[in-house]
């Protein structure tokens, strides 16, 4: 994963220097596949005192607000246009991703086209959930020792990735700008985790993570245990954009 994330990387900016760029911005909602069952968490730290997070969880609605940032080679006489997109969404969860791929322009350059696209997806998404409550000298997450007395703020997490097919339907304006309208569906493996910010004995800002499937974790979904966490990226988005 980490040496395939590499080189992505370093291939989009030599691939960029031979491309003619065209950038886009967009907005619009992302569709959560939010869970109406009973949520349930508890979590026990490593410390002494044993501080415990214990939290039954409100359902969430099922829309987020995204802003996507899109560079894309538009270079004429290629059919297939490598794309690299970055996207932050905020309202039932929040999350960050980057999606990269092609999308199909053909060499059409008329006033109206349709672009299909398919691209990978590698993200995170984040609901918060509570804090720990620091009942004695010190929270411990792992190896980590949050400060005396302050609580540690907790978020119910997916990492994610995937695939992320599209659809556009693009308009041209003139003056070498579009706007149009498009629909993706995201389709990802997950892995949920619980992540845990605060002061460190050090006084500095410390996050650490605990999977689902630890030990001192116990996650319920309708009082049955699981390692899933329901909080479910995928699915339909849809948005309007602006091409420069």
Same mark, same amino acid.
């Not at 109406?36 to 409100?58: A, G, H």
């Not at 992320?164 to 700008?177: A, D, Q, R």
């Given at each position: 994963?980490?040496?395939?994330?590499?080189?992505?990387?370093?291939?989009?900016?030599?691939?960029?220097?031979?491309?003619?760029?065209?950038?886009?911005?967009?907005?619009?909602?992302?569709?959560?596949?939010?869970q109406t069952r009973t949520m349930t968490l508890l979590y026990v730290d490593e410390s002494p005192s044993r501080d415990n997070i214990y939290k039954d969880i409100d359902p969430?609605?099922?829309?987020?607000?995204?802003?996507?940032?899109?560079?894309?080679?538009?270079?004429?006489?290629?059919?297939?246009?490598?794309?690299?997109?970055?996207?932050?969404?905020?309202?039932?969860?929040?999350?960050?991703?980057?999606?990269? /791929?092609?999308?199909?322009?053909?060499?059409?350059?008329?006033?109206?086209?349709?672009?299909?696209?398919?691209?990978?997806?590698?993200?995170?998404?984040?609901?918060?959930?509570?804090?720990?409550?620091?009942?004695?000298?010190?929270?411990?997450?792992?190896?980590?020792?949050?400060?005396?007395?302050?609580?540690?703020?907790?978020?119910?997490?997916?990492?994610?990735?995937?695939?992320?097919?599209?659809?556009?339907?693009?308009?041209?304006?003139?003056?070498?700008?579009?706007?149009?309208? /498009?629909?993706?569906?995201?389709?990802?493996?997950?892995?949920?985790?619980?992540?845990?910010? /605060?002061?460190?004995?050090?006084?500095?800002?410390?996050?650490?993570?605990?999977?689902?499937?630890?030990?001192?974790?116990?996650?319920?979904?309708?009082?049955?245990?699981?390692?899933?966490?329901?909080?479910?990226?995928? /699915?339909?988005?849809?948005?309007?954009?602006?091409?420069?």
């Amino acid at each position: 994963m980490k040496k395939l994330l590499l080189v992505m990387l370093f291939a989009i900016p030599c691939y960029a220097l031979n491309a003619q760029p065209r950038i886009s911005i967009s907005g619009g909602v992302k569709l959560i596949d939010a869970q109406t069952r009973t949520m349930t968490l508890l979590y026990v730290d490593e410390s002494p005192s044993r501080d415990n997070i214990y939290k039954d969880i409100d359902p969430i609605g099922n829309i987020a607000i995204n802003l996507n940032v899109r560079w894309q080679d538009d270079t004429p006489d290629k059919a297939l246009r490598l794309f690299a997109e970055g996207q932050g969404y905020i309202g039932s969860i929040s999350g960050l991703a980057f999606n990269v /791929g092609y999308a199909y322009s053909g060499t059409n350059q008329g006033k109206v086209r349709i672009q299909p696209e398919i691209g990978a997806v590698l993200g995170y998404c984040s609901k918060g959930i509570g804090a720990i409550q620091n009942n004695d000298v010190y929270i411990q997450v792992n190896q980590t020792q949050f400060q005396d007395y302050t609580d540690v703020y907790v978020s119910l997490r997916n990492a994610y990735i995937g695939i992320k097919p599209g659809l556009s339907f693009i308009f041209n304006t003139g003056m070498n700008s579009e706007i149009g309208l /498009g629909v993706n569906y995201q389709l990802s493996y997950k892995a949920g985790f619980i992540s845990f910010r /605060g002061t460190d004995n050090n006084g500095i800002q410390a996050t650490e993570i605990e999977y689902l499937t630890a030990r001192n974790v116990g996650f319920y979904v309708d009082n049955n245990r699981t390692d899933k966490n329901p909080y479910n990226p995928d /699915g339909l988005e849809f948005k309007v954009f602006y091409s420069f």
